[in-house]
Nanobody
Framework: QVQVVESGGGLVQAGGSLRLSCAAS????????VGWFRQAPGKEREFVAV????????NYADSVKGRFTISRDNAKNTAYLQMNSLKPEDTAVYYC????????????????WGQGTQVTVSS
């Protein structure tokens, strides 16, 4: 069993940066792929990024590629999402999720979810 809790959201101006954290409980967290998703008001949840536990490979949504970086520190049981060059369209609730299978881009494939953290980017 893994529990994850996001933090680090807030209000930032366009062009600014934020780093989201995803703190996990459970000794097996290092064996889980970690994904970040987001949901803007009135829109469906969308994939942002994923980091695979086995080889550390990453995958990003086209909309954030080159601006966001996903990382993890297994010693701290924490994953991160560094977000640079933020745009108003990045405004959403951001969710961290853990997946023991295939580092999917589909939210329904993830086993454990956090409660989300709000990111608001002003223009």
């Amino acid at each position: 069993q893994v529990q994850v809790v996001e933090s680090g959201g807030g209000l930032v101006q366009a062009g600014g940066s934020l780093r989201l954290s995803c703190a996990a409980s459970g000794r097996t967290f290092r064996l889980y792929n970690v994904g970040w998703f987001r949901q803007a008001p009135g829109k469906e949840r969308e994939f942002v990024a994923v980091k695979k536990w086995s080889d550390g490979s990453t995958n990003y949504a086209d909309s954030v590629k080159g601006r966001f970086t996903i990382s993890r520190d297994n010693a701290k049981n924490t994953a991160y999402l560094q977000m640079n060059s933020l745009k108003p369209e990045d405004t959403a609730v951001y969710y961290c999720a853990a997946d023991s299978r295939g580092a999917s881009k589909r939210g329904e494939d993830y086993d454990y979810w956090g409660q989300g953290t709000q990111v608001t980017v002003s223009s």
